[in-house]
């Protein structure tokens, strides 16, 4: 096992590197998320968040270095096999059936996962599916505060109930850890408390490891377990949220002295 890789983490990745071009954008990153943590990455702007959730999620390769999943090497994984071991995720542009109701891209999701579970064969989106189907799909609603919007399609939604319905669409997979890209870009300050009081529930109550990036430092503050701090690529500091709001190289690079002292 390479250093600084523990067997008891969920997500461990080693020394990754990823360029674009001859643009190194991520310069040796390591980092290791233990099960049932909320472990979020931050940084400025073109710092390399979001190349970093994508070599992660599978969506990109990384051009050296590891990347373990629950003990198993996914480096070379493509992204929907990934998926099926257990890491889901959400866009930062959330991706949903738009002509299908709130309660069918649900119940799609839970038909999903069974085929890709073989737990169901035939065809997808049964016009009538069964009431275990239906069921589930209902107890996804209630627990994503979804009810009153069961029977409209989701083009009407609103930025942060689309969101909400990314996020049960996402648990529907049964996921075991929830790669979450910028949960609460673009929203009010009411659904970005919702989000966040979701994302909380779903750690809490599920259990589920929860990796995300995130510029609301004030989400980033109350969720999070471990922070790490990403500046042009390489890791500036990792660490609680106290350790990360009085670590000086982080304050010079990103927080300030304000948000620090918040
Ligand atoms: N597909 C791409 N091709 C070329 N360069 C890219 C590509 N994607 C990102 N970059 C560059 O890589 C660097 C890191 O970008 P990235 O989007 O990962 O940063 P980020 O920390 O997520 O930024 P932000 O907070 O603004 O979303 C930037 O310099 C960006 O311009």
Do not use: W
Request: net charge neutral.
């Amino acid at each position: 096992m390479a250093p600084g890789i523990s067997g008891t983490d969920i997500l461990s990745i080693h020394d990754v590197t990823k360029s674009y071009g001859s643009l190194p954008v991520l310069k040796g990153v390591t980092l290791s998320v233990g099960p049932g943590r909320i472990f979020a990455i931050i940084g400025p702007n073109g710092a390399g968040k979001t190349t970093l959730f994508k070599v992660m999620t599978g969506e990109s390769p990384c051009n050296g270095g590891r990347i373990l999943f629950d003990g198993a090497d996914v480096t070379r994984q493509p992204a929907h096999q990934r998926v099926r071991m257990g890491m889901g995720r959400t866009f930062q542009v959330a991706r949903v059936f738009s002509d299908f109701t709130v309660r069918d891209n649900l119940v799609a999701a839970v038909e999903a996962r069974r085929r890709a579970h073989g737990e169901a064969t035939g065809p997808v989106l049964a016009i009538d599916p069964p009431d275990f189907i239906l069921d589930e799909a209902a107890a996804l609603l209630a627990e994503g505060g979804l009810e009153r919007l069961a029977g409209v399609e989701a083009r009407f939604l609103s930025h942060g109930d689309k969101k909400r319905l990314e996020f049960m669409i996402a648990l529907a997979l049964k996921p075991r850890m929830l790669m979450l890209d910028e949960p609460t870009a673009g929203m009010s300050p009411t659904d970005r408390q919702g989000i966040a009081r979701l994302i909380a529930r779903i750690r809490d109550q599920r259990g589920i490891t929860v990796v995300m990036t995130e510029h609301d430092m004030d989400i980033v503050f109350t969720l999070a377990d471990q922070i790490m701090v990403l500046n042009y690529g390489e890791t500036v500091a990792t660490g609680t949220v106290d350790e990360i709001r009085h670590n000086p190289a982080v304050q010079d690079v990103y927080l300030g002295k304000e948000m620090t002292h918040a």
